[in-house]
């Protein structure tokens, strides 16, 4: 899950479809959860809110397709069935 919404994050931050700035957009930082056997701090990671709720909703629609692809590969794949 970690791996999954770092990639999203990094593709959010190069991608040209992110949402459109706000004036009235704060920043919000978080700090990701350390990884396991890490002793370093992670760093703070700071966007403005609608960046982090478009991440979210791409996360949401990404675990939502895995499941499909779980539940009926052939369905998720664009495949009829026989």
């Not at 990094?10 to 957009?25: F, I, R, V, Y």
């Not at 960046?51 to 979210?56: A, P, T």
């Amino acid at each position: 899950m970690l791996i999954l919404l770092s990639g999203l994050l990094a593709a959010a931050q190069t991608s040209a479809a992110s949402p459109p700035a706000k004036e009235d957009d704060p920043v919000v930082c978080h700090r990701p959860e350390s990884e396991v056997g890490s002793h370093m701090r992670p760093k703070p990671v700071c966007m403005k809110k609608s960046e982090w709720d478009y991440i979210e909703k791409q996360s949401r629609a990404q675990l939502q397709r895995m499941d499909e692809h779980q539940l009926d590969p052939g369905r998720a794949e664009g495949h009829s069935p026989h």
